[in-house]
């Protein structure tokens, strides 16, 4: 199962062609993509960027399990899942998660079962920046994830 599932926290710019290679399969006829963005505003203030604070090996570990979770709901299914750390302006990409399948409907109820999981379970804390100068820290999450071993996060 292993080779099926990508999983990478990066201080770099999050690649979609890099997702989507690694997904693709002649035996599957959907690739479902998604890419969260930093959006400019938040409850009402003008956001100018978010930093995001990653604990890296329970959040490659939850992200894998993540996956994992997929195939066993979505069998024969390819997941490829990141998330960036460090600070991210306008537009800029935090989360890109890419799902492929047989059909379409698997990618997709995998690749939504995935982001909300994340957004749930992954230990990633965000600092939103503001155009007044201010910052504040939003809700994070919890590290009382269990952190058993769930395998390898080989992307080729």
Known sequence: MCKDICTEILDTQLDVHRAIDFVSDDAHGAVATFL???RNHHQGKSVQGISY???DPLAREVLERICSEGVGLW???KYYAAHYKGELGIGGVSVLIAVSS???ADSFDALRYVIEEI???LPVWKQEHYLDGK???LPGHSLKE???SVGC???G
Request: charged residues 30%.
């Open 36 to 38: 969260g963005v930093v």
């Open 53 to 55: 604070d990653v604990h």
């Open 75 to 77: 069998p024969d299914t």
């Open 102 to 104: 047989a059909h379409r």
């Open 119 to 121: 957004k749930l379970r």
């Open 135 to 137: 910052s504040a820290w």
């Open 146 to 148: 269990d952190v058993s």
């Open 153 to 155: 996060s080989k992307c």
